[in-house]
């Protein structure tokens, strides 16, 4: 199991850019699929991006061109700049690391995109 813990998020005006990363403690972080999901109020998580152990990535297509999903895995962190925020990127960023049977989640951080 790695234990997930997330910085950054907070309130940006739309157009505006932020920065949310992960680290991961314990596990065997540069083997996971690591990245991140959101959660707007009354919707369900989405995945906005998640990175393979190998450098590959699956972005939302609502975020392709604006997000930016990397890993460092010598620090065991994933970071994702998002660029060109909207109103509807407002939501609650999970970090996400997942191998196998194991499935692990930060704690959330809130990104607020205001006109």
């Known amino acids: 199991q790695v234990h997930l813990v997330e910085s950054g998020g907070g309130v940006v005006q739309a157009g505006g850019s932020l920065r949310i990363s992960c680290v991961g403690y314990g596990g065997t972080f540069p083997t996971y699929d690591v990245g991140w999901y959101r959660q707007a109020p009354g919707k369900q998580r989405e995945l906005v991006a998640l990175?393979?152990?190998?450098?590959?990535?699956n972005y939302l297509e609502s975020v392709k061109g604006r997000f930016i999903c990397s890993r460092d895995n010598a620090k065991n962190t994933v970071t994702l700049q998002m660029n060109s925020l909207k109103l509807e990127d407002t939501a609650v960023y999970y970090c996400n690391a997942k191998s196998g049977w194991a499935n692990n989640w930060g704690q959330g951080t809130q990104v607020t995109v205001t006109e």
């Open positions: 990175m393979s152990p190998t450098g590959t990535i």
